[in-house]
């Protein structure tokens, strides 16, 4: 539920899941949700606004028994570069999740947000929100933890709360245990920033990537980490169904004309540090990506969230290396547009952090 492109669903199912059905609000995302997970029945609804019969009934789940749900519900309400409005709506979805869980009544449920869920009156929201999931019969796994997606393999330094819930009388799931420290002594061995993109082609060389989103040629030599999300080497944690490359090449490559001013203040600007004017930070090629953001969507001013700097050239990040940052792999597709691709990634679980979660949750299931 809220499942905006798929990141937990690819998650889920590179730990062995079967997706059977997804549902958005947004129609962009479903479509972008269907069209890579082609066999899972994903539904346009508003989850306030339906119960969990209706469900049921629109994704052709019947009576079936569901092992698990696993929601992000919209996080802007939460976070914490945000107002954290106590009364923002987007908050209240989480007590719909509460309810459709108890209707739904699947035997374990995974829910991701915003580290600022647990700071003010937010905590309150949290706090009501497994209330009413411990009087619908489940368990909480407890303390609530916060999981880096760096240390679960992912380049970018995110932080984001997880709530495991399971039936009483089940097994309970653990937290994943990090694969990676980012203690900043030196101490992470995990991918950075230039293994996930240093070998993706240097668009300024190709003036037809100004109108198609789709770049046709060769790739640079890779990481593992790269050789993985190519699909070029075999990921043994990976359960998920193969999917050939989207189209007849690699999308999300679609450039931005900069203007001669812009350019040169971010050739000028230091990797590591933030443009002055735009307020952009530049990456840092043997470092981690801060976390990428969504901006806002229609109803809140349609504003793009800053873009990283790209670390060689004088550019943003494409929607491509922003995917590669997210640990998407190259046949996962977004949007055309890049600010619509760009708020489906920011809004997106990284797939490597669901999957850490998802994989704990399979074990105590089995």
Known sequence: ?????????????????????????????????????????????DLSAISGAELRSKTGIG????????AGPPCQGFSLIGKRLKNDPRNLLLFDLARLIGELSPSYFAVENVE????????????????????????????VQVLDAAEFGVPQLRRR???LGYK???????????????????????PTVWDAIGDLPRIEKY?????????????????QYARILRGD??????????????????????????????????????????EAVSRFQRLEKDELAHTLRAGTGPARG????????????????????????????????FHPTKWHAFRQIGNSVPPRLARAVAKCVRQALL
């Open 63 to 70: 009576d079936s028994h569901i092992d698990v749900v696993f």
């Open 233 to 274: 080497a075999t990921d043994p944690q990976d359960k998920a169904h193969k999917r050939h490359t989207n189209g007849g090449g690699l999308s999300g490559c679609l450039r931005t004309a900069h203007t001669n001013d812009t350019t040169k203040r971010f050739m000028d600007t230091e990797p590591g540090c933030y």
């Open 116 to 143: 600022g869920i647990l700071l003010g009156d937010a905590k309150n929201v949290l706090a009501d929100f497994v209330g009413r999931l411990k009087k619908s019969g489940y368990c909480i796994v407890e303390p």
């Open 207 to 223: 003036k037809y990537l100004f109108t198609s989103d789709v770049y046709s040629g060769g790739l640079g030599a890779a990481t």
């Open 168 to 190: 009483s009388g089940l097994s309970a799931p653990a937290y994943p245990k990090r694969l990676f420290t980012t203690n900043g002594n030196g101490d992470y061995h995990g």
């Open 302 to 333: 349609s504003f793009m969230a800053p873009r990283p700097i790209h670390p060689v050239e004088a550019r943003c990040i494409t929607v491509r290396e922003a995917a590669r940052l997210h640990s998407f792999p190259d046949w996962f597709s």
């Open 1 to 45: 539920m809220f499942c905006g492109v798929g990141g937990m669903s690819l998650g889920f199912e590179q730990a062995g899941f079967d997706v059977v059905a997804a549902v958005d609000f947004e129609p962009r995302h479903v479509e972008t949700h269907s069209k890579n997970f082609p066999t899972c029945e994903t539904v346009c609804a």
């Open 161 to 163: 709360v997880f709530v």
